[in-house]
């Protein structure tokens, strides 16, 4: 079943403005993971960040993680044309169930 | 550098003809996944194989079947392919230790006439 919801599941920016996602879950999670994926392309992980982190900084991305709301973002700085994708948030859960991908969020970059 | 490498990027089948997906890893990763995304959809897991033990999702549809001949080596077999299926196809692999991520092969996409 479906566990995390990105919002918006659309977003359009200027270059060089800062884009924020967020990422909802349902259930207890062991970590949560963002990946990105160009058009007609596989998806690419870009950061995970445990249940027991607050925050996470990868080059321009930054992650938060929220277990009391069950929530996270994950905010792009400083945007280029070429980060223009969809993103998707993952959730993994305890034991061995797979990954729960969410719906993503399709960022469009405008140079 | 391609570490999971799934072929053909593209293919086309017919309605009802059986059709093979593959997919190789140099990654030397324990579990392998095969997702189907439709156009701005999350992808949806089908089954895994944590070595060579398979695990199928509740609502994969009877249809699909897989195979893990080696560590190296997944497959997806769509027996009687419907319009339904026209999808990308995902493989994916993860080295079953806590908090890594799964690295993605670049997809196939299915398109059946």
């Known amino acids: 079943s479906q566990q995390g919801e990105e919002d918006p599941q659309a977003l359009s920016i200027q270059e060089g403005e800062n884009a924020t996602m967020n990422c909802s879950y349902k259930t207890s999670i062991n970590n949560l993971q963002w990946y990105r994926q160009n058009s007609g392309r596989g998806l690419v992980h870009l950061i995970l960040?445990?249940?027991?982190?607050r925050e996470k900084h990868s080059g321009r991305l930054r992650v938060t993680l929220d277990t009391s709301k069950k929530s996270s973002s994950l905010l792009i700085t400083a945007s280029r044309a070429a980060d223009t994708a969809s993103y998707f948030c993952?959730?993994?859960?305890?034991?061995?169930?797979?990954?729960?991908f969410g719906k993503g969020t399709r960022l469009s970059v405008i140079a | 550098d391609a570490m999971v490498i799934q072929n053909p990027r593209y293919q086309v089948t017919q309605f009802g003809k059986p059709v093979t997906l593959s997919c190789s890893q140099t990654?030397?990763?324990?579990?392998m996944y095969w997702y189907q995304q439709k156009s701005s959809q999350a992808p949806k897991l089908l089954f895994h194989y944590y070595d060579k033990d398979f695990n199928n999702e509740a609502d994969t549809p009877d249809n699909f079947q897989s195979r893990r001949p080696n560590t190296s080596f997944c497959f997806l077999d769509i027996r009687s392919p419907g319009l339904g299926d026209a999808a990308m196809y995902l493989c994916?692999?993860?080295?079953?230790?806590?908090?890594?991520?799964?690295?993605f092969g670049d997809g196939t996409r299915l398109s059946i006439l």
């Open positions: 994916a692999t993860n080295p079953r230790v806590v908090d890594q991520p799964q690295h």
């Open positions: 960040i445990r249940s027991n982190e």
């Open positions: 990654l030397n990763h324990n579990v």
């Open positions: 993952a959730t993994d859960g305890s034991g061995n169930t797979p990954l729960v």
